[in-house]
């Protein structure tokens, strides 16, 4: 079983910048692909942003140029460095690992709540 654990949401003004953490509770991280989900009220889960064990990173339109993922495999630990956010930005973000044979997400986080004022 691998634990997830977000930390790093808050409330911040549009143009600020946030860095979430998602520490793993596993002994190598490697196998994992991972990633970060979001959840607006009201809105279905939806995908932001992957990394892959080899570092290949994919993002949805909404954040390429504003948000980078990223992952120290050493700590366990994944990171979305979230740039220029906007109001829309706001939402649940939760971490997610999904191993390299698996053909679903097999962990996800709690969840860290982003808020971002206009």
């Known amino acids: 079983q691998v634990q997830l654990v977000e930390s790093g949401g808050g409330l911040v003004q549009a143009g600020d910048s946030l860095r979430l953490s998602c520490a793993a509770s596993?002994?190598?991280?490697?196998?994992?692909?991972m990633a970060w989900f979001r959840q607006a009220p009201g809105q279905d889960r939806e995908f932001v942003a992957a990394?892959?064990?080899?570092?290949?990173?994919t993002y949805t339109n909404d954040v390429k140029g504003r948000f980078t993922i990223s992952r120290d495999n050493a700590k366990n630990t994944l990171y979305l460095q979230m740039d220029n956010l906007k109001p829309e930005d706001t939402a649940v973000y939760y971490c997610?690992?999904?191993?390299?044979?698996?053909?679903?997400?097999?962990?996800w986080g709690q969840g860290t709540q982003v808020t971002v004022s206009s």
């Open positions: 997610a690992a999904q191993y390299f044979t698996s053909t679903q997400i097999d962990y």
């Open positions: 596993v002994r190598d991280s490697n196998p994992y692909t």
């Open positions: 990394i892959s064990s080899r570092g290949g990173t």
